[in-house]
């Protein structure tokens, strides 16, 4: 059990600086159109949020899907409900290595 808790543990940290590296990035080029497919909120790392400037026409949700990015329209209940589950399960990754932090000091 010892080591699924530790293999767990450091799934959930590698997500999070991934999904934090992630966020800190932004892609080369700018949303032009919306998707139309339905994205899997559990194949998402994060999502940056896109608005109208110089060389954007439109405003989008940028979903990081792997190496991939995923335009979404911000407008759509759809698209909000996506953000919402990346940052519940942001914060579910947080509060987990919170709660295991002091257990894997104290075993030390």
């Known amino acids: 059990m010892v080591n699924s808790r530790a293999l767990l543990f450091t799934t959930l940290c590698s997500l999070l600086i991934l999904s934090t590296f992630i966020d800190s990035t932004q ?10 497919r339905r994205l899997h909120c559990h194949r998402l790392l994060g999502y940056t949020i896109q608005t109208i400037n110089m060389s954007c026409d439109i405003k989008a949700v940028i ?44 075993s030390s």
Not at 27 to 36: D, E, N
Not at 64 to 77: E, I, K, L
């Open 63 to 106: 979903f990081h899907n792997g190496n991939n990015f995923v335009c979404a329209d911000p407008a759509s209940s759809y698209t909000q409900k996506l953000m919402k589950c990346v940052d519940d399960k942001k914060k579910m990754i947080q509060h987990m290595m919170k709660e295991e932090i002091p257990k894997t000091s104290a």
């Open 27 to 36: 892609s080369a080029s700018c949303c032009l159109w919306y998707t139309r």
